[in-house]
């Protein structure tokens, strides 16, 4: 099976021979996969080398033309480096784009910290008018990666290594409702519905699926925990931990409520390591995150 980014290639390079709009802006990451795509259409293929300022500000200026840009590379250098950017040459003028990054969390540990990027979102949470598209499936990536390309506002789609064993369906931007309980409600942001699957399996829970959080499902939440029999909301996400928590605290502030932010933490792991290593070094590994979410609905009727 193909992984997110190669789908968010092969896509790309189909959606550029079908829409004359559409424009995809490069920093040298990835440039393998678009060669074909820029050799078809070497005006609306561009790459500007490890400039990723430019990269955006070159974004923002087609955009003004009335084209479509996709702007691609790892998310520290997609969000985090030109941040500055994102914020001017796109918001502030008052256009729309398309921010598709590689590199997740810590998708590369050998890359060290610099190829790191778990605040990617929490970054995006002081701007207006970002939506945020979180896969946890090649499948779901292409989805949501022709939904993006289709409209005219600001999108961010995060891509990762990461991914769930099937893609799920992807509906309108709402919460999907995987399993239903009672005694509290797991939300799972993308890549992290299989462990979080698997640490509640036999628990009385339920769990919500999103792969959009920006706009936040207020509503699946605030009916997950109606249905339930106690408004205590758990959120694992696969970026900085907490990052949804004003989110989900908003949704639910006319009802007595706890919310518990799983994710990503803000201490520097200085060791290399892979993947799966730092998964369980930040308490996301099914274990971990069994652990601290029965520790905070006190059992959850665990069998």
Do not use: C
């Amino acid at each position: 099976m193909d992984t997110m980014r190669e789908r968010f290639i092969t896509t790309t390079s189909r959606l550029l021979d079908e829409d004359p709009r559409l424009a995809l802006v490069l920093a040298e990451i990835s440039r393998d996969g678009f060669r074909r795509a820029e050799e078809r259409h070497p005006d609306r293929v561009i790459n500007v080398g490890i400039r990723e300022q430019l990269l955006i500000g070159v974004g923002g200026g087609l955009a003004l033309t009335g084209m479509r840009p996709v702007l691609h590379t790892f998310a520290s250098f997609l969000v985090e480096r030109p941040f500055e950017q994102v914020k001017l040459d796109l918001g502030h003028q008052g256009v729309g784009g398309v921010l598709v990054s590689a590199g997740a969390s810590y998708d590369w540990p050998a890359g060290g910290f610099t190829h790191m990027a778990p605040g990617d979102v929490a970054l995006l949470d002081t701007l207006d008018g970002w939506t945020v598209h979180v896969p946890g499936h090649p499948d779901e990536a292409e989805t949501l990666l022709r939904h993006a390309v289709a409209g005219d506002d600001r999108v961010y789609v995060r891509l990762s290594l990461q991914e769930n064993g099937r893609g799920r369906p992807v509906t309108g931007g709402g919460f999907l409702t995987v399993r239903e309980g009672r005694r509290g409600v797991v939300v799972a942001v993308g890549p992290m519905l299989d462990p979080v699957l698997a640490a509640t399996e036999g628990l009385d829970v339920t769990v919500l699926y999103a792969t959009t959080v920006r706009p936040f499902d207020d509503g699946a939440v605030r009916r997950a925990v109606a249905a339930g029999g106690a408004a205590d909301v758990v959120l694992v996400e696969p970026y900085l931990a907490g990052t949804s928590t004003a989110a989900a605290n908003d949704a639910l502030a006319d009802v007595p409520h706890r919310v518990l932010g799983l994710g990503v933490a803000r201490r520097e792991l200085r060791r290399y390591g892979g993947m799966a290593e730092h998964l369980a070094a930040h308490g996301l590994d099914p274990r971990g995150l069994r652990a601290r979410i029965t520790a905070f609905l006190g059992g959850a009727g665990a069998a």
